[in-house]
């Protein structure tokens, strides 16, 4: 059984850093390729960043291109979403999802495996 775990959420002031952390147990980590999704209050569930299986591409959504960076470590099995500079709007509950593959993509539909999420809230 895959399970996918995050961690890392918390409070933020607007401006502030939080790094989010992404485990999965039950598959090679190393052959998942990796994606960063998030849902905001009263809105749909939206793509965020998406990394591949040995790290070597990457894709963000323009909301957080330049400000979030996403990689992987695969020697100890975790992935990461460093957010920077974040803004009210990037409050939301962020969900780590993984499909066994070289690349994931920007859709939900293609993930396979999903954590429950992690929230974070912006305050200024």
């Known amino acids: 059984q895959v399970q996918v775990v995050e961690s890392g959420g918390g409070s933020v002031q607007t401006g502030g850093s939080l790094r989010l952390t992404c485990t999965v147990s039950?598959?090679?980590?190393?052959?998942?390729?990796l994606g960063w999704f998030r849902q905001r209050p009263g809105k749909e569930r939206e793509f965020v960043a998406a990394?591949?299986?040995?790290?070597?591409?990457?894709d963000y959504a323009n909301a957080v291109r330049g400000r979030f960076t996403v990689s992987r470590d695969n020697a100890n099995n975790i992935g990461y979403l460093q957010m920077h500079t974040v803004k009210d709007e990037d409050t939301a509950n962020y969900s780590c999802?993984?499909?066994?593959?070289?690349?994931?993509?920007?859709?939900?539909?293609?993930?396979?495996?999903w954590g429950q999420g992690t929230q974070v809230t912006v305050s200024s």
């Open positions: 039950g598959y090679t980590f190393s052959e998942l390729a």
């Open positions: 999802a993984a499909v066994p593959g070289p690349w994931g993509g920007k859709r939900s539909e293609d993930y396979r495996y």
């Open positions: 990394i591949a299986r040995r790290g070597a591409s990457s």
